[in-house]
């Protein structure tokens, strides 16, 4: 367990270090190479090292293209697709699962039972009368009744179902539920935009999709780091991670979709116990060897607070910042974050 408090933030002498750390490396820096699109509601990066700026921009074009096909299979839309036609069924209605369904149901499915329900890929009826699909956000919480009525409804329960019998299928059990895999289609589109990355020859890159990242070997003669942030001052990195090939990192926080009423914070992560905004953390990150489950960890921990730890598993790396700014790293995570970094500028 380790306690932050506010230090003041050494700029000068970070940028400093950080230069003749430059310098040291210079001889064997790689040439790197940044291409950005926003996809999937956020600004994506990808960064490589040892590719020349054709042969990113090839890959990166490559790997977009790839993530706008699932944000647009997947993303909450009046008109028809992948997601709406899933919770156009009747609850009970078996639908045979395609296209990113097939493999994102059952690995949600996993988490949520691993994760005690804190992670739950049916929140979508919640998570639209909250309304955080999209900004603007509202300005007050929704009434009372209409989150009970939801809840009423089997919302908050464990309301998906998956059978086998020529293919997958599956379907929701409660008229409160609807499919919602906001919290782990993101990580997904970072572990595809990685495979398209090597079919296209990039091994060395960091993929940054607004808080789900992944690495992929290495930046030159030094591993790919990254700054976790202070929830309450994004500019100020509280710890620094070297991430292995092939590793993802993901944080969830309450400051990215969010609103204040009557001098309360509310936010786009639900409690399903619940149905309200889950109020045990400010920030939780955990890492493993794929985005799409470390995503869908970041929430259910976040949704947890510290206790979730056990949950996550000894060797899963997890840090949670608790609703009073207190830090909680798990040993796995504890052994990987670099404090003395606090301060430094954030790749
Ligand atoms: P972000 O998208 O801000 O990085 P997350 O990956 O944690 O954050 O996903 C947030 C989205 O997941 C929400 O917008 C919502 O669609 C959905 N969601 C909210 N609460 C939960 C929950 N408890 N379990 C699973 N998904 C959730
Ligand atoms: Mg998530």
Redesign the pocket.
């Known amino acids: 367990m380790h306690w932050f408090k506010g230090r003041p933030v050494h700029r000068g002498l970070a940028a400093l270090v950080l230069a003749v750390a430059a310098l040291a490396a210079c001889d064997r820096a790689p040439e790197v190479h940044r291409e950005q699109a926003f996809v999937l509601g956020t600004l994506v990066e990808i960064t490589a090292a040892g590719a020349s700026k054709e042969e990113l921009g090839e890959a990166a074009g490559a790997a977009f293209r790839e993530m706008r096909a699932i944000h647009n299979a997947l993303t909450p839309t009046a008109e028809g697709n992948l997601l709406a036609d899933f919770n156009g069924a009747a609850p009970g209605e078996w639908t045979a699962l395609e296209g990113p369904l097939t493999g994102l149901i059952p690995r949600a499915l996993a988490v949520q039972r691993a994760s005690g329900n ?4 049916h ?1 979508g009826r919640l ?1 639209g009368l909250w309304g ?1 699909r999209e900004p603007p956000f509202p300005e007050e919480p929704p009434a009372e009744a209409a989150v009970e009525d939801l809840m009423d409804g089997g919302a908050g329960g464990e309301a998906l179902e998956l059978r086998r019998s020529d293919g997958l299928e599956a379907r929701l059990t409660r008229p409160g539920a609807g499919l ?1 895999l ?2 782990i289609a ?1 990580g997904y589109a970072v572990d595809r935009a990685a495979t398209k990355l090597k079919e296209h020859g990039v091994d060395n890159a960091l993929i940054n999709a ?3 990242l992944r690495a992929l070997g290495t930046r030159g003669n030094r591993p790919w780091r990254i700054g976790i942030r202070d929830p309450r001052d994004r500019e100020r990195v509280l710890a620094v991670v070297a991430l292995r090939d092939g590793e993802a990192i ?1 944080t ?1 926080g309450d400051y ?2 969010s609103f204040t009423h009557d001098g309360r914070r509310y936010h ?5 116990a619940t149905g309200r905004p ?1 109020r045990r953390a400010r920030q939780a990150t955990v890492m493993g060897p794929r985005a799409t489950e470390t ?2 960890w ?3 921990l ?2 947890a607070g510290a206790r979730g730890l056990e949950r996550l598993g000894a060797r899963q790396p997890g840090l949670v910042i608790d609703a009073e700014g207190r830090a909680h790293a798990n040993a796995a995570m504890e052994e990987r974050l670099d404090w003395r970094a606090e301060g430094m500028a954030a790749p």
Do not use: M, Q, Y
């Open positions: 804190t992670f739950s890929p929140l998570v955080f919602d906001g919290g993101k607004g808080g789900d993901v969830s990215e979709r786009h992560l639900l409690d399903p889950a995503d869908a970041s929430t259910a976040f949704v």
